[in-house]
């Protein structure tokens, strides 16, 4: 695990750090969690909304609620996606619909099943913009938009319950589930790819579309375990051969472009 | 806790199929005759002259896998050289009608394979198990449904594979590298019946994800009962989680 996040996961469990009413500079100032290279801009509202009813006693670990209610926030950004896409007038084919229904409907029994789990302990819903703060200004109009969206948002779920899976490891019941739901936004991502004219697997950090890069960083890695697959097969090969998990702070940076509040 | 609904039952019933069809495989077994990995001999020749290869030695152990970790990476890396076998020869005598786009499919699916079997093979070093031979004869290479049902099957099957292994990880690291390797077994099962039933719900099917939004999930043991009819190489499979 390396410092970073070790970090962020000790102050997950330390409900000071993250209950105290702080802006985003004082958070990053005071607790000294997420580091300096964080851009502000980004850092969301969302993880005040996840963390707000974080901390009441549970049977579970806090550490593993918050990285419940981190999954939770995911979903509810990825339902409300689907749910206005799926309600916009004449954004997907018809020939198209059937995929996107699939989607939706697993990303509401994720919500429901999450929220199961966290009972009273589940974070607040947040509200959402779809545009990602303008980056997409006709997500729900122009279905090449909507497409390219849905692989981004796709994509970074992946790499999120990736990163998460050692945070919840202790809890086996807890792992097999994210694991399960893990290989669902795989799926998911896979056919959303391969509806856009991608291959369904990632190559490099290759992206089509600028203002995703961030969800493709550290896509390129080539070694594992300290084995450099580069030469079996050769690199490209390698690259998509593994996916990259992505720490909870580059996703929550991902997931609040698309959030609602003051930025900064 | 949670609802372990096993969905994947279309598979279950297409292995046992398969299985079934492999008649020819006990026979193989009991006679150590079989076909190595690397040489995919799965031609008319092999079926017809089986008797031509020498049997093994008598009493021959059967292939553990190990403990702990290893026990979990070795069965992991067991399910990586079967799948590396199988695209292996899909591309090697590829189907009739094959389109340019599915065998650059393939071919992608194919040196995936390769390099997680080439990559466990690194990671275990001296714990690694032997490379294995296999048998398919019960798949007809010749054909595209045949190909790709098959192709659907150990995709599905490696996604319940490393989703109910996950927990027997001790190490934090490995269980990163299961993460890393099962997301893009999820992204290959959803291509490949994207393949036979394009555009339709099919790549997240409700047969294999359930009404919790879950994937399927097997234990290491349900995994192996399933995989080891297509591997000839006799393994102890004794040792294997069965919850």
Sequence with gaps: ?264 | MFDKSNTGDEELRFLSRLAQANGRRTFLKWSGVTLAVTAIGCSADDKLQPSGRSPLAGGAEPVSLGTGDFLVLNFAYALEQLEAAFYSKVIESKYSGITAEETELLDDVRKHELIHRDFFKAALGPNAIPALEVDFTSVDFASRQSVLETARTFEDLGVSAYNGAGKYLENLDYLLVAGKIVSVEARHAAAIRDLLAPKTAAYAGDDVVNEQGLDAVRTPAEVFALADPFITTEIDGSTLPTT
Excluded at chain 1, 38 to 67: E, K
Excluded at chain 1, 97 to 110: G, I, M, P
């Design chain 1, 1 to 264: 695990m390396n410092k970073e996040k070790k970090l962020i996961l000790e102050a997950l469990e330390n409900p000071d750090v993250l209950q105290r009413k702080t802006t985003r500079r004082d958070a990053v100032r005071g607790g000294g969690i997420f580091g300096a290279g964080v851009a502000l801009a980004t850092m969301p509202v969302l993880l005040a909304g996840l963390t707000r009813r974080a901390f009441a006693q549970s049977a579970l670990p806090n550490s593993i609620i918050n990285v419940l209610n981190f999954a939770l926030v995911l979903e509810y950004l990825e339902s409300d996606f689907y749910v206005a896409g799926l309600a916009a007038p004449g954004l997907i084919p018809s020939s198209d619909r059937a995929v996107f229904e699939q989607v939706s409907k697993h990303e509401t029994a994720h919500i429901a099943f999450l929220e199961g789990v966290l009972g009273d302990k589940k974070a607040i819903r947040p509200t959402f913009d779809l545009t990602g703060r303008g980056a997409f200004p006709d997500v729900l109009t122009n279905y090449q938009t909507f497409l390219a969206v849905s692989q981004g948002l796709e994509d970074t779920g992946v790499r999120a319950y990736k990163g998460q899976a050692g945070a919840v490891a202790s809890n086996d019941d807890i792992l097999t589930a994210a694991l399960r739901i893990h290989s669902v936004e795989a799926r998911h991502a896979s056919e959303v790819r391969r509806l856009r004219g991608q291959k369904g697997w990632i190559t490099g950090n290759q992206t089509d579309v600028a203002a995703l890069a961030p969800t493709y960083a550290g896509e390129q890695n080539t070694t594992h375990l300290g084995i450099d697959t580069a030469s079996f097969q050769g690199v490209d090969a390698a690259t998509e051969a593994f996916d990259e998990p992505l720490d909870l702070e580059s996703v929550l940076a991902i997931a609040g472009t698309f959030g609602t509040g003051p930025i900064g």
